[in-house]
């Protein structure tokens, strides 16, 4: 593949990224509308079950990583999104009574979806061995910007103009006509030989001892699993939060947004330091500022809100490039698709589903107290502090393995 096609496929895998996390979560805003559509009196009958979008996401995301050794990563990328946008298609449809039907369609979305990281980060780390961390940090563009537009639109679009049933059937569709695109253009990593396989496995990382790479992606998995947990959690509670716990007129979308609004600048400066400092630095600095972030948000202050909030979205953006370009950089090409798959379907089908526990610590303490998202926000810093120590213990493990 010469470089303009390698630039095309880093374009339209990015684009991917950003309709992808666009399908997950522009719904999010509307869930107090989609609750009184459905029926729904407490905040954790709609955060625990359309968490199920995750179980799915987690789910693919272990197949994909099987499958990806063996199958065309194009096509899996290509058949996920469009299981992912038939079914926000699907929901538009479907009847207030029937909301068993809602959770199915939700779980769809979450299983089209979970075929994109081990086959698109594998695909472009791939191609861009000796710079995984600049093709992960511009992959995340696409992340950040649908991180970004997803809550806006659902706001300003679902809540305040058309309904959501109305945003399902657009979204759904317009993801579907970009999907036709992107079979049409994208292109397939070429066949290796075994000498060009060979020179690969030499340039990058040593082949671990399989007793060594199952301790690895266990230990790999606890960590991205609290950042799920947290991360997801945040979206599940945020727009109760805003209307119920949150002392300031302000829209749900704003504080959404801010989870990533950094991202497009600090997602490849993110790539850019993973190459130059090693990945770890950067993965551990990115978590901590997270943990602080996360934990201002209890404050329930504006000032101490403000702040926490950019400091998380800077947090979150730059961990989503560390960690996927950290487990890169460790593992060789040929157990990529595997270790994507596998830590990655734990952190979303886990903690993903976790995060809707936020709704049941919610209703805990009454959606109109404070208390029960200061708890929230406070202990899932806590525990991603905790969770970054696993990093250096993951590196002394290798460099052992490596000597």
């Not at 990593?189 to 001892?209: F, Y």
Request: glycine share 10%.
């Amino acid at each position: 593949m010469n470089k303009n096609g390698i630039r095309l496929n880093l374009i339209l895998c990015a684009m991917m990224h950003g309709f992808n996390h666009y399908l997950m979560i522009f719904f999010k805003p509307m869930y107090p509308m989609m609750a009184d559509y459905f029926g729904l009196s407490m905040v954790g009958d709609i955060t625990t079950r359309l968490v199920v979008a995750y179980l799915g996401y987690g789910l693919s995301n272990f197949l994909t990583g099987i499958l990806a050794r063996k199958y065309s990563l194009k096509m899996l990328l290509f058949f996920g999104m469009l299981l992912m946008s038939t079914a926000t298609v699907v929901f538009a449809f479907i009847p207030a009574d029937m909301y068993f039907l809602a959770v199915i369609c939700v779980f769809f979305i979450g299983l089209g979806g979970g075929t994109y990281h081990p086959a698109a980060n594998t695909l472009m780390t791939s191609l861009y061995e000796t710079k995984p961390g600049y093709a992960i940090g511009i992959l995340s563009i696409g992340s950040a910007i649908g991180f970004v537009a997803a809550p806006f639109i659902g706001d300003f679009v679902g809540n305040k103009w058309l309904g959501f049933q109305t945003l399902f059937l657009l979204s759904g569709t317009m993801v579907f006509v970009f999907n036709m695109v992107f079979f049409a253009f994208a292109k397939d990593a070429p066949v290796q030989t075994s000498a060009q396989k060979d020179a690969v496995e030499k340039a990058g990382p040593k082949p671990l001892p399989a007793k060594i790479l199952v301790l690895v992606i266990l230990l790999l998995c606890i960590p991205s699993m609290i950042r799920d947990l947290m991360s997801w959690g945040y979206f599940e509670i945020t727009p109760f939060w805003v209307e119920y716990g949150f002392s300031s007129a302000i829209g749900i979308w704003i504080i959404q947004v801010m989870a990533y609004l950094p991202g497009p600048v600090v997602q490849p400066i993110s790539g850019w330091l993973c190459d130059k400092l090693g990945p770890m630095r950067v993965l551990i600095v990115t978590f901590l500022m997270c943990t602080i972030g996360h934990m201002l948000l209890a404050v329930i202050s504006p000032v101490f809100a403000w702040f926490g909030l950019v400091l998380y979205g800077i947090g979150m953006s730059a961990s989503t490039v560390a960690s996927e370009t950290y487990m890169a950089s460790i593992v060789s090409q040929k157990n990529r698709t595997l270790v994507y798959g596998i830590v990655l379907s734990i952190a979303l089908g886990v903690g993903g589903v976790l995060g809707g526990a936020s709704g049941w610590l919610v209703d805990a303490f009454g959606k109109t107290n404070a208390v029960g998202y200061q708890i929230w926000f406070f202990g899932m810093g806590a525990m991603m502090a905790l969770s970054a120590v696993l990093y250096p213990v993951i590196q002394r493990i290798r460099k052992n393995a490596a000597a």
